[in-house]
């Protein structure tokens, strides 16, 4: 039980600008037709049934999932207003962090069993910090408490956490890792209920160590965040440069574009409103089209609906008196009535269309696409590069994939700066050689080019992809920024169709699982790639931020919490020896250790996520499939605090976190280098 998973929580604190920096399509006043803004704000969530609520509710919640010492667990999420004024049942927000909620003890009749399940020290650029995992027989009922003694007289004291999810007991552990002067060697685990335990504490990681470079090795590729242009022509550039130990691989599934109907909305919401959408996207001849509702001059005037080129004229009913009487419905009606009208009305979200429509100028459709011309509109082809010196399927593969999720910029540097590496050492350096020797490695740097273009040039916030599956009531253009689906929940085993937790049917939601699984051509791309390439035993989907390293089971059905079939006890053993190995990589480069307890599978370490990648890369095609979290939190020695990074931190941060997680990366597919299959 080395990762344990904590309930859903409940604070919610606005977050500093360090998270995400200016949406420049999001203005501070929201009209009628512009979204609104959004804020990363920290919420805490009672239980998981309340999740389940938020998550089905729209909230997008983001990775960094962080217990508290009153019992509850934060959890950040990027949040409008409305859903802030919305929020369900049991979820709260306050305006800044609470102090800890006094604990009501529960006594325990009998003298309750505990079991150290996992006691380890690790030492950081911030110093030496403890972390330590237990269970009592009393489950939640006991209330633990640890002791530690260390080199030179050093001691310490703490309080444990116990954590219940969906009704399952998983044990107790510290909210974070904790502070000690000195390097701990032994502990102590005491509880209400009577019960004692004793254990020495070792060292974390504790991995293998990375074979060494020689002189010369040449790293720090990556000087700036890069949108999939940029991204593509890098990957282009190395395959030219070094044809022999490349190929570039055009992924079959193209995507939808970075590209939407353009829009209007006509009128003044609520009551009297009209949204009109073009048939052709903004980009082919939508952002042309242009609509006005006229008085006719003249009473007894019948509504009528008129095409000159690209401009469309709907001339309003008039009573006897000559006062326009067209009501939204009425004008809805009668534009779509109209035979090849390039455009197509639909009535205000859940207006019943019955206010009266008044005359308005001329009104330009528009796309709100804001990126420069020469970012294609067109649909996107997703690239991967294949490194190796023998790329005919004989050697282990390894695919690295990144951008899942648009807003996490630093995700697709990673996996660029570790391509850089490959190649640009492979003359020079044996370890190196070894690797292209002995590995087939695919690399794609933008799963999702479409939706991280809207994150750089629109909306900074944006997760998903730009694939609007929202029926007209849902896709006035003031919802645009929550349009797409979850690519990293569109995946077919343990997805929402299946019964599993941590998606959500709802089209707006930040975590919506899409129509119907592989609906969408990213995740298509990606398991395309398992199809093909039978030699792939190795992944990492390279995520942030948060600072975790997990593997399968990634989902549960929240009745009962049945996750999928955890894998067996030997390859549990070498998920977690190979994550020992790749974080000693990780500390390596800035003395960045990823945590105990956000090591392990995901439904332990993080939440329930259904339709996710990694899971069905294991139990469909026994790929040992890993997901990065990159952006560990930093410690503020001022506060004592641990402190998130978020998804587009500082470029020097940014950096920082690409070097590091590069550095994992290869270490990953020196573990595939040594490979054999039982």
Request: with cysteine.
């Amino acid at each position: 039980m080395h990762g344990l998973r904590a309930s859903a929580v409940v604070l919610l604190t606005v977050v500093t600008t360090l998270f995400l920096a200016p949406a420049p399509s999001v203005p501070a006043v929201a009209g009628p037709a512009d979204p609104e803004p959004v804020s990363l704000v920290t919420l805490s969530v009672p239980d998981a049934a309340a999740m389940e609520r938020l998550v089905a509710s729209g909230a997008d919640l983001t990775e960094r999932v962080r217990p508290q010492a009153d019992g509850s667990v934060r959890i950040d999420a990027v949040l409008t207003p409305s859903q802030l004024a919305a929020l369900p049942a049991g979820v709260t927000r306050a305006s800044g962090s609470a102090p800890p909620a006094a604990r009501t003890t529960t006594t325990v009749t009998q003298q309750d069993q505990l079991v150290v399940e996992r006691a380890v020290w690790f030492r950081s650029r911030d110093g030496y910090f403890l972390s330590v995992e237990a269970s009592s027989s009393a489950a939640q009922a006991a209330t633990l408490t640890v002791t530690w003694q260390g080199r030179r007289g050093t001691t310490g004291q703490a309080e444990m956490i116990a954590y219940v999810d969906a009704g399952a007991y998983l044990g107790h552990q510290f909210s974070t890792p904790v502070p000690a002067d000195d390097r701990p060697h032994r502990i102590t685990v005491t509880s209400t209920g009577g019960g004692r335990a004793e254990a020495r504490v070792g060292e974390w990681p504790d991995g293998e160590r990375p074979d060494h470079t020689g002189r010369g090795y040449q790293k720090d590729f990556v000087t700036q965040y890069m949108p999939p242009a940029q991204l593509n022509e890098r990957i282009k550039a190395l395959h030219r440069q070094f044809p022999k130990l490349t190929d570039l691989i055009a992924l079959p599934h193209k995507t939808n574009g970075y590209r939407r109907h353009a829009q209007a909305l006509i009128g003044t919401p609520p009551g009297a409103a009209v949204v009109v959408t073009s048939a052709a996207y903004g980009s082919e001849g939508g952002n042309d089209l242009s609509v006005e509702l006229v008085n006719p001059g003249a009473p007894d005037r019948p509504l009528q609906v008129t095409v000159n080129g690209k401009l469309i004229t709907v001339s309003l009913a008039t009573d006897g008196s000559g006062t326009p009487v067209s009501t939204a419905a009425q004008v809805v009606a009668a534009v779509n009535a109209v035979p090849g009208i390039p455009v197509r009305a639909a009535l205000y979200r859940t207006d019943p269309g019955a206010g009266v429509m008044a005359p308005a100028p001329p009104v330009q459709l528009d796309d709100f696409l804001n990126a420069p011309a020469d970012v294609s509109r067109a649909p996107a082809t997703v690239l991967a590069l294949r490194i190796g010196e023998r790329r005919d399927g004989s050697r282990t593969g390894v695919l690295a994939y990144s951008q899942e999720h648009a807003r996490e910029w630093v995700t697709p540097l990673v996996t660029i700066e570790a391509a850089e590496r490959l190649l640009r050492n492979y003359a020079r350096d044996r370890v190196t050689r070894r690797l292209l020797e002995r590995t087939d490695i695919f690399i794609v740097p933008t799963v999702n080019p479409d939706g991280a273009n809207y994150s750089f040039y629109d909306f900074n916030s944006q997760r998903k992809n730009m694939t609007n599956h929202c029926p007209p009531q849902q896709s006035d253009p003031a919802l645009r920024n929550t349009w797409g689906v979850d690519v990293n929940r569109n995946y077919a085993v343990g997805s929402l169709s299946d019964g599993y937790f941590g998606a959500s049917a709802n089209c707006q939601s930040g975590t919506y699982a899409g129509p119907g699984e592989h609906s969408e051509p990213e995740s298509r791309n990606v398991i395309w790639l398992a199809q093909k390439y039978r030699n792939i035993k190795f992944a990492m989907n390279v995520h942030s931020y948060g600072g975790f390293f997990m593997w399968p089971p990634g989902a549960y059905k929240l009745d009962g919490r049945v996750t999928l079939p955890r894998p067996s006890q030997q390859d549990l053993a070498y998920f977690l020896r190979s994550a020992r190995t790749i974080e000693e990589a990780i500390a390596g480069e800035r003395g960045t250790v990823i945590w105990p307890q956000q090591t392990g599978p995901v439904t332990d370490v993080l939440y329930s996520a259904a339709g996710n990648s990694a899971d069905e890369l294991w139990y469909d095609f026994g790929i040992y499939g890993w997901d990065f979290e990159v952006g560990a939190d930093l410690w503020n020695p001022a506060t004592r605090t641990w402190e998130g990074v978020g998804f587009q931190p500082p470029f020097e941060e940014g950096h920082a976190e690409a070097m590091e997680f590069a550095s994992g990366l290869i270490s990953l597919i020196g573990i595939a280098a040594d490979y054999r299959e039982r």
